[in-house]
């Protein structure tokens, strides 16, 4: 464990979070019948999360690189109720 003016527990819980986070679900990527492009992230028990929205994209790249950017959180926008 390690202590710290914060807590020691709070960081190994913090670690064990983003851990759990990243195992919690999976991208997949497919080619859909028009052939663009297309993802969607399933939880653990299967469940869909996320997708494209249904846009598709022209290239399997631009399609991955969203999927990745995604799965890693690199989207750090704001929440608003609309």
């Known amino acids: 464990m390690c202590v710290n003016a914060a807590g ?3 960081m190994e819980r913090q670690a064990e979070t983003t851990k759990e986070r990243s195992m919690a679900a999976k991208g997949e990527l497919y080619q859909r ?26 290239a399997k790249a631009s399609a991955r690189s969203t999927l990745e950017k995604l ?11 609309v």
């Open 71 to 81: 799965m890693r959180g690199d989207y750090n926008g704001t929440i608003e109720d």
């Open 33 to 58: 019948n028009d052939k663009k492009w297309a993802f969607r992230v399933k939880a653990s028990n299967g469940e869909v999360v996320a997708t494209d929205g249904g846009q598709g994209y022209e």
């Open 8 to 10: 020691g527990y709070i």
